[in-house]
C-alpha cells in the first residue's frame, strides 16, 4: 500500500483533468482494502478504476483509493461453458482479450472499452449489442459498514441501461471486488449491430470467428473514439434519450430521418445525433470541444479545468432541450 498527500489525480482521469486529492492510496488485494475500512466509515473518500467515466470539477477534497486488485480465472461448468472471473482492478480490455485467448467467448463486442472490470457491473456497460448485464452471472462484493463479503445475482443487481443498484439504492455502500461472467466455447458471433457487418465485408470475411468480432469493434472504436493519451476524454458523455413513442413520432414528423431504435415499448435517441443537429461535432471552445466524429464524446484540448468541461456540457444541454425538448443526462460521473 502506498500514499501521498495532495496527490496529483491527472494521471488518474482519461480526461486528463489537473485535480487533486487529500490524499491517495493504491490497493492491490481484499485484505488491504479491508485495512482502510474503519477509514472509509468516517472520511470522504471515492474509489477509482481506470478513471475513464469520471470528471473532477474541483479538487477532491478526500481520499482516493486506486483499485488495483488483479486476478483471472476460468472454470468450466461442463464441455462449453465456464465461469469466468475477473478481479476488479484488472483493465477490461485485457480481460476481454484474455477469455478470447482461454476460447472462451460472449466479451467480444465489448472490447476495447476503456475502464476496469470493476466499472462493468457498477454503470452496466456496453457496446455493439451487449451490455454486461447478458454475460454477469454473480458480482461479490464487500459491505463497507460491516466488512461482510456478499454475493449479488444478476438479478439483485438491477442492471439497466447505464444503470445498477450499485449507483442508486447502495451506492457508496459496497466496494466490488469480483465479477463472474458466464462464457461460452459456442457463444453466438453477433454481427449485427452498427457497421460491424461492413468492416467485416471489407477484409472479406464471410464467416468472422469471435475474434474477427473483436478485431472488427476495435478497429471501429479507434476509428470514431479519441484515444484519452492523445486527447483527454471519458468516451459518451451523455446517455442516449430513451423517449415515449409518442414523443419519437413528434420527432419524425419533424425530423424523418432521425435514427431511432426500439427499446422496449420505448425508443433510444442517439444523443451524438441531437447534439450534431445543434452544430457542436467538431465545435471548440477554448480548451474544450465536441469530438469532430462522435458528437457525444466531449475532449480536452490541453489544459481545460473540470469547470470548464461542466459549464460546456450545460450548454449542450440547453441547446438540446431548445431545439428537441429533451433533456440530455451525463453519462459521466461527476465529482463536485
Ligand atoms: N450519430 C450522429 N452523430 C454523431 C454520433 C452519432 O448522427 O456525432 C448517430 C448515428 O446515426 C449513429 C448513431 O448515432 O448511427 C449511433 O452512434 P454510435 O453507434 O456511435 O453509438 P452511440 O449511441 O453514440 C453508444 C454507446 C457507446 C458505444 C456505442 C456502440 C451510450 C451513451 N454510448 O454510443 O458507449 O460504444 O453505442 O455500441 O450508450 C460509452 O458509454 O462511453 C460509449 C462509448
Redesign the pocket.
Same mark, same amino acid.
Given at each position: 500500500m502506498s500514499s501521498n498527500f495532495q496527490a496529483s489525480l491527472k494521471s488518474y482521469n482519461t480526461f486528463g483533468i489537473e485535480a487533486l486529492a487529500r490524499e491517495l492510496v493504491i490497493v492491490q488485494s481484499l485484505d488491504e482494502l479491508k485495512k482502510l475500512l474503519p477509514r472509509l466509515r468516517t472520511e470522504k473518500f471515492m474509489f477509482l478504476g481506470g478513471g475513464s467515466?469520471v470528471l473532477f470539477i474541483n479538487d477532491f477534497d478526500g481520499l482516493v483509493v486506486i483499485n488495483q486488485i488483479k486476478g483471472l480465472k476460468a472454470e468450466s461448468i461442463n464441455g462449453n461453458d465456464a465461469d469466468v472471473s475477473a478481479m476488479s482492478g484488472e483493465s477490461w480490455h485485457e480481460f476481454v482479450l484474455w477469455t478470447l485467448d482461454q476460447g472462451y467467448y460472449g466479451l467480444e463486442n465489448m472490447s476495447l472499452i476503456p475502464g476496469t472490470v470493476g466499472a462493468a457491473p457498477m454503470q452496466n /456497460? #456496453?457496446? !455493439? #449489442?451487449v451490455e454486461f448485464k447478458d454475460v454477469c452471472i454473480q458480482v461479490d462484493a464487500l459491505e463497507l459498514a460491516t466488512g461482510a463479503l456478499k454475493s449479488f445475482t444478476s438479478a439483485e443487481c438491477e442492471f439497466g441501461y447505464?444503470e445498477s443498484v450499485f449507483k442508486r439504492a447502495l451506492k457508496d455502500q459496497y466496494f466490488i471486488y469480483q465479477v463472474h461472467v458466464k462464457l461460452s466455447r459456442n457463444s453466438p458471433i453477433k454481427a449485427s !449491430?452498427?457497421n460491424i457487418q461492413d468492416v467485416l465485408k471489407t477484409k472479406g470475411i464471410k464467416h468472422p470467428s469471435h475474434r474477427d468480432i473483436s478485431n472488427a469493434v476495435i478497429e471501429i472504436?479507434s476509428s +470514431?473514439?479519441p484515444d484519452p493519451s492523445q486527447l483527454g476524454n471519458?468516451?459518451?458523455f451523455? +446517455?442516449?434519450p430513451v423517449v415515449l413513442q409518442s414523443q419519437a413520432e413528434a420527432l419524425l414528423m419533424k425530423y424523418p430521418n432521425a435514427?431511432h431504435f426500439a427499446d422496449g415499448d420505448r425508443v433510444k435517441v442517439?444523443? #451524438?445525433?441531437l /447534439?450534431?443537429q445543434c452544430r457542436f +461535432?467538431g465545435f471548440r471552445d477554448g480548451n474544450v470541444g465536441s469530438h469532430k466524429?462522435?458528437?457525444?464524446v466531449i475532449v480536452n484540448y490541453g489544459g481545460a479545468t473540470g469547470q470548464e468541461i461542466f459549464d460546456y456540457s450545460k450548454k449542450i444541454i440547453r441547446e438540446v432541450q431548445k431545439k428537441f425538448n429533451f433533456v440530455l443526462e451525463r453519462?459521466v460521473n461527476m465529482i463536485f
Open positions: 467515466n /456497460i #456496453g457496446a !455493439y #449489442g447505464r !449491430y452498427g472504436r +470514431k473514439l471519458a468516451g459518451s451523455f +446517455k442516449n435514427p442517439p444523443a #451524438g445525433w /447534439i450534431e +461535432k466524429d462522435q458528437a457525444l453519462e
